[in-house]
């Protein structure tokens, strides 16, 4: 049975700051692992897709690195800005269907 | 692209009335869906496994007949919660899977609120 938990569970960050966030699972058969941003009473956005051939994947100031074989995935988010608080999720998928697991999250707040 | 919908938003009903959630797909076919179900902060968990044309495969612990999921199309699936109850009351998430890209795209979520 797939487990996933991420680190740290909270984070409180000034502006401009860069940031990681920490995600590890227990079964390394994954077939892809998507990054989401969930704010407070709304439905998941998604951010990132990585594919489980891929070791990284970037859009703008966010990058996903994937280690599919140790079960570790990161977030990196440089030049951290208000606007990035939220609840960021991590799912490994598996199979084709593209099952998702979820993590507890990392509740990211950055101060002005 | 890669839009998708749920209706309502936000219901409040009686205890022991029955509550359909709907998902659909708006722009792309979505043969699987899922079902997850979310508590005030809490990750999410998925309850079941929702396939166009054939029964959902429901996770360990959630009750097939307590939660009825109906995926009559390749755009709609249908969650009913049935005889309602207090402790049903919760955040329900929908996605649907996208083949091409082998990715999740999820809908807005419904809030479910049983007196």
């Known amino acids: 049975k797939q487990e996933v938990t991420q680190i740290p569970a909270a984070l409180s960050v000034p502006e401009g700051e860069n940031l990681v966030l920490n995600c590890s699972f227990t079964d390394s058969a994954i077939y892809n692992l998507q990054w989401f941003r969930q704010d407070p009473g709304k439905g998941l956005t998604s951010l990132l897709l990585i594919q489980s051939s891929q070791r990284e994947q970037t859009s703008g100031r966010l990058n996903a690195s994937l280690d599919k074989s140790s079960g570790r995935s990161t977030l990196y988010i440089a030049a951290s800005q208000p606007g990035d608080s939220a609840t960021y999720l991590c799912?490994?998928?598996?199979?084709?269907?593209?099952?998702?697991?979820f993590g507890q999250g990392t509740t990211l707040q950055v101060k002005p | 692209g890669a839009v998708v919908s749920q209706h309502p938003s936000r219901v409040i009903c009686k205890s022991g009335t029955s509550v359909k959630i709907e998902c659909r797909s708006l722009?792309?076919?979505?043969?699987?869906m899922f079902w997850y179900r979310q508590f005030p902060k809490q990750s999410l968990m998925l309850m079941a496994t929702?396939?166009?044309?054939?029964?959902?495969?429901?996770e360990q612990g959630v009750e097939k007949d307590k939660f009825l999921i109906n995926h009559a199309s390749l755009t709609l699936s249908t969650l009913t919660v049935t005889s309602a109850h207090p402790e049903d009351s919760s955040f329900y998430i929908c996605?649907?899977?996208?083949?091409?890209?082998?990715?999740?795209?999820f809908g807005p979520g419904t809030r479910l609120t049983v007196l």
């Open positions: 722009d792309f076919q979505a043969t699987t």
């Open positions: 929702s396939n166009e044309g054939s029964k959902a495969t429901y």
């Open positions: 996605s649907a899977h996208r083949d091409r890209a082998n990715e999740q795209f």
């Open positions: 799912a490994p998928g598996s199979g084709n269907t593209g099952k998702l697991i």
